[in-house]
């Protein structure tokens, strides 16, 4: 019986994996190696310790009413996308709320997570911690890995050569960079364009001599503000948008899905994509096309190798005078406390049961949280994962035999293996994963079931955004204000917009009102297909959200 819980890392995964354990009558003690909560997203001017941070101007991706905790919304003032310090202040909220921090141990970085000599029939496991140098042991029933993606930064210097050896300029990584001061009247060569390479591509195109930007693969940019000005993953995240990705043929969906990156504009005219492209990766950028219209952002592609002050290019052109080299090529997660016997078992989030669990353990007492990469908001998929594992660790809900685990694993397991800078393409359906977690833990909604008993929530929650508030409707953890959140968030989208307000007389209540009519018997129709078909498997397809 799991009763004492170790939970490594105090940011989004660790807050969750919390609340879930004390959900569920289990006793946590989380051990984070700083001396604040927040992770990733607490944002200090310094480097020093390796601890990996945004930079100064991030911005989310994901809007506050699709990135909340299932059962505790962002105020209604909060802007749809947050910059880190609001962010931060919302996970103080929810950590005083529920009254987290006294489980968390700060300045205590753990060193060691082994395996018990009587493992195989205790499931238990010896935790080293070190605070202020001094080394304590402790024994817990189970473990709760919250430390995500970004651990240690992936500088592949290998591929790139001349850069150690011949290049006279600078090179970092972007964990290193905080702001654009540094950068002011350089030439830069941004290596890698994820949503990181593009973001900090135009942020130094307003302060350096000029800025280039090299791309390996067709990447498809799209703005996160959508149709009629609403968040991107509002508009396009909804149950009935998933299910037509499943009904229809996979190559119809990717014509349309082309067709509307192509709508705000031609990718192919840019240097960025081509609708012939089978490997492309997608990210979040509204300014990057305008600097590269502007010529403030010039595209290159892979970079040959790197002389004394240029880069050379695969297509043979060179750019001289290269003063910094930024490098924006993703995290490995090495999980250096974890004993090499138990993370042999896992190279990456695709050897593990449902991206969770190590299958070849012989007690199912070590939970990876967080290391998975999702078409939607990893805060929201971190916390289902929590919900699942506690429930498992006290006892309610169950693993199938290991067996069962390695052939889920195999099957869904991507054939090619890509570096930590390509896993953009390797990212799971939003929907898709978070539902099947849901099932797995039993709080996903079911869409007929509702619209026999609540018709206005049912067509709400499939043709509106799958918000996490869905999963908090039924099952253990049901939460009395979920429907309510469900129906306001719209005017929680809205509420920070209306600072100034303007006389409109068009109704579109009524219009809303009759499309939802019109469209019953369509909901009606899916609703018995997801009843039939309740799990339609996760995907690895880029785009894959749209």
């Given at each position: 019986?799991?009763?004492?819980?170790?939970?490594?890392?105090?940011?989004?995964?660790?807050?969750?994996?919390?609340?879930?354990?004390?959900?569920?009558?289990?006793?946590?003690?989380?051990?984070?190696?700083?001396?604040?909560?927040?992770?990733?997203?607490?944002?200090?001017?310094?480097?020093?310790?390796?601890?990996?941070?945004?930079?100064?101007?991030?911005?989310?991706?994901?809007?506050?009413?699709?990135?909340?905790?299932?059962?505790?919304?962002?105020?209604?003032?909060?802007?749809?996308?947050?910059?880190?310090?609001?962010?931060?202040?919302?996970?103080?909220?929810?950590?005083?709320?529920?009254?987290?921090?006294?489980?968390?141990?700060?300045?205590?970085?753990?060193?060691?997570?082994?395996?018990?000599?009587?493992?195989?029939?205790?499931?238990?496991?010896?935790?080293?911690?070190?605070?202020?140098?001094?080394?304590?042991?402790?024994?817990?029933?189970?473990?709760?890995?919250?430390?995500?993606?970004?651990?240690?930064?992936?500088?592949?210097?290998?591929?790139?050569?001349?850069?150690?050896?011949?290049?006279?300029?600078?090179?970092?990584?972007?964990?290193?960079?905080?702001?654009?001061?540094?950068?002011?009247?350089?030439?830069?060569?941004?290596?890698?364009?994820?949503?990181?390479?593009?973001?900090?591509?135009?942020?130094?195109?307003?302060?350096?001599?000029?800025?280039?930007?090299?791309?390996?693969?067709?990447?498809?940019?799209?703005?996160?503000?959508?149709?009629?000005?609403?968040?991107?993953?509002?508009?396009?995240?909804?149950?009935?948008?998933?299910?037509?990705?499943?009904?229809?043929?996979?190559?119809?969906?990717?014509?349309?899905?082309?067709r509307k990156f192509n709508s705000w504009f031609n990718h192919a005219n840019y240097g960025l994509a081509s609708t012939k492209s089978s490997y492309f990766k997608i990210i979040v950028n509204e300014e990057l096309p305008f600097c590269l219209l502007s010529g403030a952002v010039v595209l290159k592609p892979s970079v040959k190798e790197f002389t004394k002050s240029s880069a050379v290019f695969e297509d043979g052109t060179t750019e001289e005078n290269i003063d910094v080299v930024l490098f924006a090529t993703g995290y490995i997660s090495p999980f250096p406390f974890l004993e090499e016997s138990v993370r042999s078992l896992f190279d990456n989030n695709r050897c593990l049961y449902k991206c969770i669990f190590p299958p070849q353990l012989e007690k199912p007492t070590l939970a990876i949280i967080g290391l998975v990469q999702l078409t939607g908001?990893?805060?929201?998929?971190?916390?289902?994962?929590?919900?699942?594992?506690?429930?498992?660790?006290?006892?309610?809900?169950?693993?199938?035999?290991?067996?069962?685990?390695?052939?889920?694993?195999?099957?869904?397991?991507?054939?090619?293996?890509?570096?930590?800078?390509?896993?953009?393409?390797?990212?799971?359906?939003?929907?898709?994963?978070?539902?099947?977690?849901?099932?797995?833990a039993g709080v996903k909604p079911s869409v007929l079931r509702l619209l026999l008993t609540d018709p206005r929530l049912a067509l709400a929650i499939f043709f509106g955004p799958c918000t996490p508030y869905q999963y908090r409707l039924v099952g253990r953890g049901r939460w009395s204000g979920a429907r309510e959140a469900i129906l306001t968030q719209w005017q929680r989208t809205l509420k920070p917009l209306r600072t100034r307000v303007v006389d409109d007389s068009s109704d579109s209540s009524s219009g809303w009102c009759w499309r939802c009519l019109l469209a019953l018997p369509a909901a009606l129709m899916v609703g018995f297909l997801f009843s039939k078909y309740p799990r339609m498997g996760w995907s690895s397809q880029a785009g894959s959200q749209l």
């Open positions: 019986m799991v009763r004492r819980v170790a939970i490594i890392g105090a940011g989004v995964g660790g807050l969750a994996s919390i609340k879930c354990c004390l959900d569920e009558g289990l006793e946590p003690t989380c051990f984070e190696r700083s001396e604040d909560i927040g992770g990733l997203w607490r944002y200090t001017d310094s480097t020093d310790g390796g601890r990996v941070t945004v930079y100064r101007s991030v911005i989310t991706n994901t809007s506050k009413e699709m990135s909340c905790f299932s059962d505790f919304p962002f105020p209604e003032d909060f802007p749809n996308y947050l910059p880190h310090s609001l962010l931060l202040e919302y996970f103080r909220m929810y950590a005083q709320h529920f009254d987290l921090l006294r489980y968390i141990h700060f300045k205590t970085t753990a060193v060691s997570v082994r395996k018990r000599p009587d493992f195989a029939a205790s499931g238990q496991w010896e935790v080293i911690t070190e605070t202020d140098g001094v080394q304590e042991s402790h024994i817990f029933d189970a473990v709760m890995v919250c430390t995500g993606h970004y651990q240690e930064p992936y500088l592949p210097l290998a591929s790139f050569p001349g850069i150690e050896t011949r290049f006279k300029g600078r090179y970092l990584h972007s964990q290193e960079y905080k702001d654009a001061e540094a950068f002011r009247g350089k030439r830069v060569l941004v290596v890698g364009i994820g949503n990181t390479g593009g973001d900090l591509s135009v942020e130094l195109s307003r302060v350096a001599a000029k800025v280039f930007l090299s791309a390996r693969s067709s990447t498809w940019l799209f703005s996160r503000v959508s149709d009629h000005g609403f968040p991107l993953d509002m508009v396009n995240t909804t149950r009935f948008k998933h299910f037509l990705d499943w009904l229809l043929p996979s190559n119809l969906m990717k014509w349309i899905k082309f908001s990893v805060m929201v998929g971190s916390e289902m994962q929590a919900r699942w594992v506690t429930g498992i660790f006290a006892g309610w809900n169950k693993l199938p035999p290991a067996s069962r685990m390695m052939a889920d694993v195999s099957k869904k397991k991507p054939l090619v293996k890509r570096n930590p800078s390509e896993r953009e393409n390797l990212k799971i359906n939003f929907i898709s994963y978070t539902d099947e977690i849901a099932s797995c």
